[in-house]
């Protein structure tokens, strides 16, 4: 491997990374706070890749400047947070908190089989490729080796600033308090006047736009196209199960991990190079059954 | 408080001898309704052919259902077994039938093991989302490594030889239609016989309390990795007869697609009733074959809601439904 192709595996797997980790960041989210694997996770990401082509594909054809494509992709994430991830929670989620496990799956996996088919009835079974926003940054070379900007630092400074911002915001703010509160003890945290599904309806219209955000900033690297949605959960969930669910830290630890792991699969041996995060996920649950930085829970007897 | 676990109780309180109305008069009376399928109505032969090997692998959702486990990843024992017969078809040309559906079995249920060894460590979501992954694996290998698997195309799977005959298309079907009949029944009955013997048991306590079979010094994960053989060699007979069946073999068989239709099946024709996943089966490839001509684009979008509709107002599918109306019958005789 020549240091041009370790280089190019490595941003390869650097941008690659910090968008994954800024779904999982959601999945994880919404595991930690509402102890609920959210299925549909996935199709929220792809929802939000269509909906960042359809609103910038539209600003271009009104003439605006192609730097706008950066807001538009923060107004998709936000509308899929709300406009999906909201009545979601509101409508269904809240009517199984207290059912088994085995049902909460099944219901997020119906709202997945919902939602791609709704995906493929608004946008059709075409591929999308919409680029302005990769173009609009420009390249930057360095050690001889010429990258976008958009994807070497513009990916991996969002997913920096949501890890630190996710941080404070969670252990600084009043409302990031009530989560971890609601979080540690719903009960207790009901019985001094926290209003828990305020919290829950909150978190996941939170966790619902980071998905959205992860395929509107996903949308300038990849063609969109059906089942990209089915992918990206089984791979977030790779990520936050290999880190140990609800971790947020390590969330971001292991989708570099698997990022790199992926991207230098692709340069050495390309057809194994989905297999790659699975193979790693494999490895570390072989060894560490709860996560890399999981705390294996009390057993209640 | 909010999160305990109410105990199933339509499982428990089931009379244990003597024929039920719902539990054995009415399957059988079934089956033997579906045996003059051929005679009757040949045009429906192929499809509740497809319909029946399909209901076979919900089967083994819905064995796993009973231990409170979902699988999304089953349709990989389907995938296994329906490649095991048509790489034994490519390496043996004329192999029989019987041979075919060895091959596939043994192939699921040594896949069962590598894979089983590993989630049974898992419940609830780890386990669910764990087969979802290695389903996703076996699927990117069939389509990625072209030479092996025939990448998206598939392999195609010759008719086999039926007890050293090479019989005509219509008659192999014929056979085909009433061997599925038989294995229908077959391991129908002994899958329900296996729940209800003290191993059956046993797998099933992992729903209500995995804690009090450990101090009765029982392993639940061997429990577990039992049960997950099974429903791994029931999915594989399924797989492997609808490989044969249809004649090609093709990477969607492992797609997470047909793992969530068997899940939904299973769901719809009752969580965790052997008889409900080949009721629902028929119900279902009914459905969509009538159905999908009007709604193929949105065929997903209705399974998904009313999968909805079955979790949240009908939680014991089309079979409790069915149990429902025959006890209220035997008890106004």
Redesign the interface.
Known sequence: MTPTLFLLALFDGIAYAALVFIVALGLTLIFGVMRI?N?AHGSLYAIGAYATVSLSGWALAMGLAPILAFPLMLVSAVLVGLLLGGPIEWL?LR????K????Q???T??????L???Q??VWGTRPYFEATALQALGNVTVLGVTYTVYQLILLPAVAAALLLGMRFFLRHTIIGKLILATTED??AAQSIGIDADKVFLFTFIVGAALAGLGGALASPTTSILPGMG??MI?LS??VV?TAG?GQIEGAALCALMIGLGRSFAVYVWP??A??VP?AI??AV??VR?QGLFGSSSA?K? | MTHATEPDKSRQGRPAGGPSMAGTVLPLAGLALLALVPLGAPGMQLLVNLALAKGLAVAGVSVLLRAGQVSFGHALYFAVAAYAGAFLMTALPGADLALVLLAGLLGAVVAGVCVGLFVVRYRGIFFGMLNLAFSMIFWSFLEKFYHITGGADGIRLPRPAVLGMDLDRASFELVLFYLTLTLVLGLGWATIRWLASPAGQIFQTLKTNETRLEYLGVSPRRALLWGYLVSAALCGIGGALMGVTQGVVTPEYAWWIRSGEMVFIAVLGGAGSVRGAFVGALIYELVRTYASAYAGDVWQMLLGGFLLVIILFAPRGVIGMIETLAHRGEARK
Do not use: G, K, Q
């Open positions: 694997l299925i269904l009517r199984i908190y207290d088994p496990e085995v049902l799956l099944l219901v996996f119906a709202v997945f089989m919902i791609e088919d709704v493929r009835l719903r009960e089915a992918d089984v969930f790779a199960a669910l057809e194994a989905t297999l699975y996920m494999v649950l072989s059954p057993r007897i």
